[in-house]
């Protein structure tokens, strides 16, 4: 997650302060990545230290104001035209521990992936509610109205995700199940062939009576 480029895409809409753009970056992904207020100013310090925002005054309440600098805006566009980069993916704790399951002695693959299907199924169903809920604010209108949209997004996408993850488990159990059979066949010795039946003797002695011999003494 950019914490970075998501409090410039806040501060393009004008100055805010550090627990302000909290508020509202926490409002626009529904609390999906929760910030804390020192997360917020340590990245503000690191981007005015690249240029790329700047403080500006401050409100009524004494709350030092930041503003997106020249800098700033030109990163922002960047990083809104430039794709997420997929070929060096994040690590996912599950994959990992799938992977590290497959073979380990002191545990039982099939049964960490029904335990996880079960626990992905439940997210899927809670994100589809507040889907259901978030349809209802954006259908209603109002001054939230761009944030309840944004927040559609974020469930809509996390849905999705749940879902593909409960077909790859499906997937993983069922090519388990399929490489366990396969190695059981493999394993099993093929029958032993019956002994041939040893040949009757009768058959194989040569029972044929010698023929007279013809032109014997008068």
Request: a neutral charge.
């Amino acid at each position: 997650m950019s914490i970075r480029h998501g409090l410039l895409a806040l501060l393009e809409r004008g100055p805010r302060y550090g627990s302000q753009l909290r508020t509202e970056f926490e409002s626009r992904t529904g609390s999906t990545w929760p910030l804390n207020v020192g997360q917020v100013y340590t990245t503000l310090n690191r981007l005015e230290r690249d240029g790329m925002v700047a403080q500006g005054g401050q409100d009524e309440a004494g709350h030092a104001l930041y503003a997106i600098t020249e800098a700033g805006l030109a990163e922002l566009r960047t990083w809104f035209e430039k794709p997420v980069d997929r070929t060096s993916p994040a690590r996912d704790e599950l994959a990992i521990k799938l992977a590290m399951a497959v073979g380990a002695p002191c545990v039982d693959i099939r049964d960490v992936i029904q335990s996880q299907r079960r626990h992905t199924v439940k997210a899927m169903q809670d994100y589809t509610r507040l889907k259901a809920q978030a349809l209802v604010a954006v259908e209603n209108g109002g001054a939230r109205e761009r944030d309840d949209v944004a927040w559609l997004l974020v469930l809509e996408q996390l849905i999705f995700q749940t879902e593909a993850e409960a077909r790859w488990l499906d997937h993983c159990e069922a090519r388990l199940i399929r490489l366990s059979t396969t190695t059981a066949s493999a394993a099993t010795p093929a029958p032993a062939s019956p002994p041939s039946a040893p040949a009757d003797a009768s058959t194989t002695t040569n029972t044929t009576t010698p023929a007279p011999a013809s032109g014997g003494a008068r």
